[in-house]
């Protein structure tokens, strides 16, 4: 740390989704060279980035702060009826101080989407002041409620005065309910209406007695990204860059600057800079990453997790195994079976797993109930005791597959088993999952599409109006290889290589791609991951929509769910089995006979 403290209170990731352009990866490193101790990701309306800021700032030594800047409405966040979305909403700045003021931003980020969504996901006053615990809130950029009011008085004119009480009332309001954990926040990125608010906030500081905090509204890392960044906002709103009126932000100092570039922007208010610092050591948030939240499987009164596993096992093992006297010699199981089966029974019990596999055979046995087909795919079919419980339906055994693969107890993560439903009747099982741990406590997991290398010089072609044939024409110059980066084509294909050398205008388009490859661009639905929880999942997790769909999903992704302790579990819906499934159907009506495909000898 230097002699002048500062930490970035108010900073876009990426997934302020085509609106910041620093990835958290970046972010993180650029804040450790400043020889900073902390630092907050406050993206916009989610909190896509938690887990993944949080384990990178861990790794790098800097206190995690983490928060988001919410769309606040300005009634109720069912209200919906206002003509624009500046209408619709402002901004605040919200920022966990400790595990209590998480749990409420993950709750009031849920509801935002679930409830709030109009233009943009909003909470409302009623949210705040039932989350309030263990929260920092500053008062929030020049779109905030707080700095419109004072935007609307500038210039001395008719109703001036008015309007300055406007801001007073609103600050007095959110220090009734945050009390000494509220501060107004001012920043000084060389725009004039920065300038108007920072000048009435010193003011209205002065008369009410409450703190000023400087931040830099960070929306990436170095001031050379300004450029990247304006091209990913125009891929945002559909405009080319040239486009006059567009939205674009003003000069390029909107990047992680260093804490002696913070204080020269701030001449004779450097206690507001220093007082970043004075709020970050009052952060400490503890995610408890790995504490298990799974739901429990109702048990019968006389039995354990583990002797209900061992019973079920053992009776489809027999059932299964019925008439193969090689494997259930005398109506008892060989001693190959039986040592197979206590082993991988054992591991299960060690590691606290049985409850799992009563869950996933809970499901199964529903779908084959209601004759549904499903089968397990994956490591976990290499377990007699997905074999047993009809999850899988390859005998181990018999094909020499490893119980290691699926689990063991070196391992301590979950096991992960796929489970293939036909594809027509998947959403039934689904149901009866909700029906069962309860609707609150399921959804499905989200994904994050990334702008990938030819994505990347698609979008920032169409940004810089290039004629869309010569677009395809660069594109068809990135070689055809999974995951490959604009570097590596860069690097393997002559002709991209020619081209970029000796055409500026492709060799700007490339280094603008080059920029924001990687990054974040929209949400979407995992194709089969589905998480189960004890509690309400806004108890652990936050929950969103996609766009224009009614679908829940979780705002983090599949690895981050399960960094926080939940129950992940993959439901494909498959459409080879609706097609068998049919099969046997139309076998039926047309013979008579009704055929099990699980019983073909495979020879």
């Not at 935007?151 to 000494?180: C, N, P, T, Y």
């Not at 046995?365 to 209601?370: G, I, K, L, M, V």
Request: aromatic share 8%.
């Amino acid at each position: 740390m230097t002699d002048r403290p500062f930490v970035h209170l108010h900073c876009h990731s990426h997934y302020s989704l085509l609106d910041g352009a620093g990835s958290i990866n970046r972010l993180v490193e650029r804040a450790a060279s400043h020889g900073m101790n902390a630092l907050a990701i406050t993206d916009h309306g989610n909190l896509h980035g938690a887990v993944e800021f949080y384990r990178k700032c861990k790794g790098k030594d800097l206190n995690p702060i983490i928060g988001y800047e919410a769309y606040i409405a300005p009634g109720s966040r069912f209200d919906k009826d206002a003509g624009s979305m500046k209408e619709a909403s402002y901004h605040l700045t919200l920022l966990a101080q400790n595990r209590t003021g998480f749990r409420n931003l993950v709750k009031m980020a849920s509801s935002a989407s679930l409830e709030g969504f109009y233009f943009k996901p909003r909470i409302d006053k009623e949210l705040l002041k039932d989350h309030s615990e263990g929260i920092i809130c500053l008062s929030g950029c020049v779109s905030s409620e707080f700095n419109q009011a004072i935007l609307r008085s500038h210039g001395g004119g008719h109703g001036a005065e008015e309007h300055i009480k406007q801001a007073m009332d609103v600050a007095r309001w959110f220090r009734d309910v945050f009390g000494e954990r509220y501060f107004l926040e001012v920043m000084n990125n060389g725009v004039d209406i920065q300038r108007i608010g920072l000048e009435g906030s010193v003011e209205i500081a002065k008369q009410l007695g409450i703190p000023l905090v400087a931040t830099s509204d960070c929306h990436y890392v170095d001031k050379s990204d300004a450029e990247a960044q304006d091209v990913m906002l125009c891929i945002n709103t559909g405009k080319f860059r040239t486009d006059p009126g567009r939205m674009k932000m003003d000069g390029n100092t909107y990047f992680l600057r260093s804490q002696q570039e913070m204080y020269e922007a701030f001449p004779g208010l450097e206690d507001a800079v220093a007082r970043s610092q004075e709020i970050a050591d009052t952060v400490d948030i503890d995610l408890e990453l790995g504490k298990r939240h799974f739901p429990t499987y109702t048990l019968p009164k006389d039995k354990t997790a583990d002797q209900l596993l061992r019973e079920l096992c053992e009776q489809g093992l027999r059932e299964r195994y019925a008439g193969d006297e090689e494997m259930l010699p005398g109506g008892e199981f060989a001693q190959v079976v039986r040592d197979r089966l206590d082993r991988e029974l054992g591991v299960i019990s060690k590691l606290g797993f049985s409850n799992y596999f009563l869950i996933c055979w809970d499901f199964v046995r529903y779908a084959r109930e209601n004759d549904i087909p499903a089968t397990a795919r994956g490591s976990g079919v290499g377990a007699i005791v997905c074999f047993a419980l009809y999850l899988s339906h390859v005998c181990p055994i018999k094909y020499d597959l490893l119980f290691e693969r699926f689990l063991d107890e070196n391992r301590k993560e979950a096991p992960d088993i796929d489970i293939d439903f036909c594809k027509d009747r998947r959403s039934t099982v689904m149901q009866y999952v909700k029906d069962k741990y309860g609707e609150a406590n399921v959804a499905q997991i989200g994904t994050f599409g990334t702008l990938a290398a030819r994505a990347a010089i698609r979008d920032v072609g169409r940004a810089l109006g290039i004629p869309l044939a010569r677009v395809n024409q660069v594109i068809a110059m990135v070689p055809e290889v999974l995951g490959i980066t604009l570097d590596k084509a860069l690097e393997t294909s002559e002709d991209l290589q020619k081209t970029y050398e000796g055409d500026g205008e492709i060799r700007e388009l490339i280094d603008l791609a080059r920029k924001i490859e990687g990054l974040a661009r929209n949400v979407g639905t995992h194709a089969a991951a589905v998480v189960i929880a004890d509690k309400p999942l806004t108890e652990y997790v936050p929950l969103g929509r996609v766009s224009g769909k009614t679908d829940i999903i979780t705002q983090w992704s599949m690895n981050d769910v399960e960094d926080a302790g939940l129950l992940k579990m993959d439901f494909l819906g498959l459409r080879n089995l609706t097609i068998l499934s049919r099969t046997v159907e139309l076998i039926e009506e047309t013979t008579g006979e009704r055929v099990d495909p699980q019983k073909f000898p495979l020879d």
